[in-house]
Each structure stands twice: as C-alpha cells, then as structure tokens.
C-alpha cells in the first residue's frame, strides 16, 4: 500500500476505529454470502488485526489476508484459526493466481490505494461470476465526528495538501472492475450500532503519529497548526472534544460481480 498504517498502528486502531464484535460477526456472515457456491479463495486486502478476517477465515472455502503492517498481522495470527497470512504491499501485484478468488472484499483501506490499480488485481484474481466487496462505515452528515473529518479536510485544503474523499476513493476500484465487464451491486447495509465515541482520542492519535490521514507527509509545523485549529473550531462548535459524544454508524457494502 503507497502509505502504510503510519498514523493508526495495531493497538491505536484499535481504540479508534475498532468495530463491535457483534458486528464483526454480522459483517463476517454478509459477505460470505456474496461468494455464493463458486470456486475459489476469499481474499481480503487491508485484513489488520483480523477483526473481520477471523470470521471470513472460518467459513467454508480457503481464506487469505494481505496486510502490509506485520503488527496487525500478528495480532491477527494471535486470534488462532485457519487463516492464511501474507505481509504484502498491495499497491504491487496481488499473490494470487489469477481467477482463484471468489470474493475480494477490503473494508476501510481502498482508498489508501490506486483505485485503477486496485481494480485491475480484482479482475485478474477473481473467478468468473467473482466478486468485489467494498465496505465501509456510515455516519450521518451531522455527526460530530464526521464533522471532525469535515474540519481536517477543509485545513488540509486550505494549506494547499490534497485530502482525498475515501468514498470517491472506493468506487473507483468498482468503476474499474466495471471495464471488465462486471455489473455494479447496490449498496446494503449490514448492520448498525451505537458508537460513543471522544473526538479528543482522534486528535491525540493523529498527533502521536506521522502526518495525517489521507495526507501522510505534512510537515510537523503544519500538522500541529491544522491539530489546533480543528480543536479550536470543535470547542466551539461542540465543547469539550474529550467528552464522549453519542452517535450510530451503519456498516455499508457495495461493489460488482464479473460476469
């Protein structure tokens, strides 16, 4: 991947981004069913610490996972199971055959690579009627800490650094599996739960790594300019971003099926 997990390694992804395990198991069962009775692999890119992969990796059909962070791949090989574990920059070629997956399927890291590119390893490793699986988490435009991201992209734009839109990002992987001739599936929802969450824990993780997110090489000066000026703006939009804020996140799939 062009810019590895530099700003959020195992243990603070963890605590940051982190899905319930009862979602994990929800997510795990959904898109196992994707794969219908095909041949073929389950392959997941970006599979971390193994939150989702756990439950992939114990389905009925072989499972891999690619990650270019060896600490979330071992905290995934602590989980115990079945899965088959590759430390592997997936910006480069995929290490499987090509048409010997039956489902690929990466949640929250597409936009950390070349849609295009992306895109293209799909194609070549899917089986025919094969298919890509894009998952995210959704928020209301009114959450708070979709409004946190809101204020990091506008300074980042502001100071002139690109601050890709994951969303735009993602489908760009489906548009490119398109070309080959695959058909588009709508987006579902998974599953959704309630979320307190600190805004404050954000800020202090963002801090204590290199750079920022989707914008990995903003120089020191820069980035604790934009830090302050985001909690500045939060303190009075919101108040204290160390007080837990309620909200609900949905778990959202979308992607296409070759033909």
Request: a neutral charge; proline letters at 8%.
């Given at each position: 991947m062009?810019?590895?997990?530099?700003?959020e390694?195992?243990?603070s992804?963890?605590?940051?981004?982190?899905?319930?395990?009862?979602?994990?198991?929800?997510?795990?069962?959904?898109?196992?069913?994707?794969?219908?009775?095909r041949?073929?692999?389950?392959?997941?890119?970006?599979?971390?610490?193994?939150?989702?992969?756990?439950?992939?990796?114990t389905?009925?059909?072989?499972?891999?996972?690619?990650?270019?962070?060896?600490?979330?791949?071992?905290?995934?090989?602590?989980?115990?199971?079945?899965?088959?574990?590759?430390?592997?920059?997936?910006?480069?070629?995929?290490?499987?055959?090509?048409?010997?997956?039956a489902?690929?399927?990466?949640?929250?890291v597409?936009?950390?690579?070349?849609?295009?590119?992306?895109?293209?390893?799909?194609?070549?490793?899917?089986?025919?009627?094969?298919?890509?699986?894009?998952?995210?988490?959704?928020?209301?435009?009114?959450?708070?800490?979709?409004?946190?991201?809101?204020?990091?992209?506008?300074?980042?734009?502001?100071?002139?650094?690109?601050?890709?839109?994951?969303?735009?990002?993602?489908?760009?992987?489906?548009?490119?599996?398109?070309?080959?001739?695959?058909?588009?599936?709508p987006?579902?929802?998974?599953?959704?739960?309630?979320a307190?969450?600190?805004?404050?824990?954000?800020?202090?993780?963002?801090?204590?790594?290199?750079?920022?997110?989707?914008?990995?090489?903003?120089?020191p000066?820069?980035?604790?300019?934009?830090?302050?000026?985001?909690?500045?703006?939060?303190?009075?939009?919101?108040?204290?971003?160390?007080?837990?804020?309620?909200?609900?996140?949905?778990?959202?799939?979308?992607?296409?099926?070759?033909?």
């Open positions: 062009p810019h590895p997990r530099r700003f390694e195992a243990d992804f963890g605590a940051t981004r982190g899905l319930p395990a009862a979602a994990c198991l929800s997510i795990g069962g959904a898109v196992l069913d994707f794969a219908g009775d041949p073929g692999i389950v392959l997941e890119i970006g599979a971390g610490r193994g939150e989702i992969g756990v439950h992939l990796a389905g009925p059909r072989p499972y891999l996972g690619l990650d270019s962070s060896r600490d979330m791949l071992a905290r995934f090989a602590r989980r115990g199971g079945p899965a088959a574990l590759v430390e592997c920059d997936a910006s480069a070629s995929w290490p499987v055959r090509a048409g010997g997956a489902l690929v399927f990466g949640s929250r597409f936009h950390l690579l070349d849609g295009r590119h992306a895109g293209r390893e799909a194609a070549r490793a899917l089986a025919p009627g094969g298919v890509l699986l894009v998952g995210r988490v959704r928020r209301e435009p009114a959450d708070p800490r979709e409004r946190l991201r809101d204020l990091l992209r506008a300074a980042l734009l502001r100071r002139g650094f690109e601050s890709p839109d994951a969303r735009e990002s993602a489908r760009r992987v489906v548009e490119t599996l398109r070309t080959f001739g695959a058909e588009a599936l987006a579902a929802t998974v599953c959704s739960w309630e307190p969450r600190r805004p404050g824990s954000s800020l202090a993780t963002w801090r204590s790594r290199a750079g920022l997110p989707g914008c990995p090489d903003v120089p000066a820069a980035k604790e300019d934009i830090l302050a000026e985001i909690e500045a703006s939060w303190r009075t939009e919101f108040g204290d971003p160390d007080a837990p804020v309620d909200s609900r996140e949905w778990f959202v799939v979308e992607g296409a099926r070759l033909p």
